[in-house]
T-cell receptor, first 113, second 110 residues
Framework: DGGITQSPKYLFRKEGQNVTLSCEQN?????MYWYRQDPGQGLRLIYY???????QKGDIAEGYSVSREKKESFPLTVTSAQKNPTAFYLC????????????FGSGTRLTVV | AQRVTQPEKLLSVFKGAPVELKCNYS??????LFWYVQYSRQRLQLLLR??SRESIKGFTADLNKGETSFHLKKPFAQEEDSAMYYC????????????FGGGTRLMVKP
């Protein structure tokens, strides 16, 4: 059953800690994306990767880091430098190229305590 | 600057009434255009894309290049259409990058 899986579903972080959100897909998609969803602000792009071992910053990359060592995996690390990390994080993947829709994961809700 | 605007945060209609969710964009050139939908407790999913000229669940979207708009329409709303809707243009030269609007919550009342 092909799809995209995000884990964990809920994550709590203490101030000053780094945390890593997992995103795995078995759709054989080349491109993967991380978005942050805040109420009333829609989705904002954090990082994206169009090929293994390459990724680019999105609109709000500060305080975040990613890696793309495997085609299937695109983990996101929320570092202590991110000033307001409490949010809902969505991972997506797509076929590379223009005009293809995204497949989204079910999301991870991160709360700083 | 590239921008996409969904002017209504909430749209409430009665069942059977026509629905129009507005989307305006400002991009140089002609972007590809998508609408995504998120039903309660479900994942965000693709509803339709301009390039395929499809009609999904009775929804259509017409590109108006003069007004740079891509409004989503349905002639007769159903209760199951209640959801969050996002307009998402993708600039042609930006690969498959999507910029999402702020979203419109559609509530269809019985």
């Amino acid at each position: 059953d092909g799809g995209i899986t995000q884990s964990p579903k809920y994550l709590f972080r203490k101030e000053g800690q780094n945390v890593t959100l997992s995103c795995e897909q078995n759709l054989n998609h080349d491109a993967m994306y991380w978005y942050r969803q805040d109420p009333g602000q829609g989705l904002r792009l954090i990082y994206y990767s169009q090929i293994v071992n390459d990724f680019q910053k999105g609109d709000i990359a500060e305080g975040y880091s990613v890696s793309r060592e495997k085609k299937e995996s695109f983990p996101l690390t929320v570092t202590s430098a991110q000033k307001n990390p409490t949010a809902f994080y969505l991972c997506a993947s797509s076929i590379a190229g223009t005009g293809y829709g995204y497949t989204f994961g079910s999301g991870t809700r991160l709360t700083v305590v | 600057a590239q921008r996409v605007t969904q002017p209504e945060k909430l749209l409430s209609v009665f069942k059977g009434a026509p629905v129009e969710l507005k989307c305006n964009y400002s991009y140089s050139g002609s972007p590809e255009l998508f609408w995504y939908v998120q039903y309660s407790r479900q994942r965000l999913q693709l509803l339709l894309r301009h390039i395929s000229r499809e009609s999904i669940k009775g929804f259509t979207a017409d590109l108006n290049k003069g007004e740079t708009s891509f409004h989503l329409k349905k002639p007769f709303a159903q209760e199951e259409d209640s959801a969050m809707y996002y307009c998402a243009p993708s600039p042609i030269r930006a690969g498959n990058m999507l910029t999402f609007g702020g979203g419109t919550r559609l509530m269809v009342k019985p």
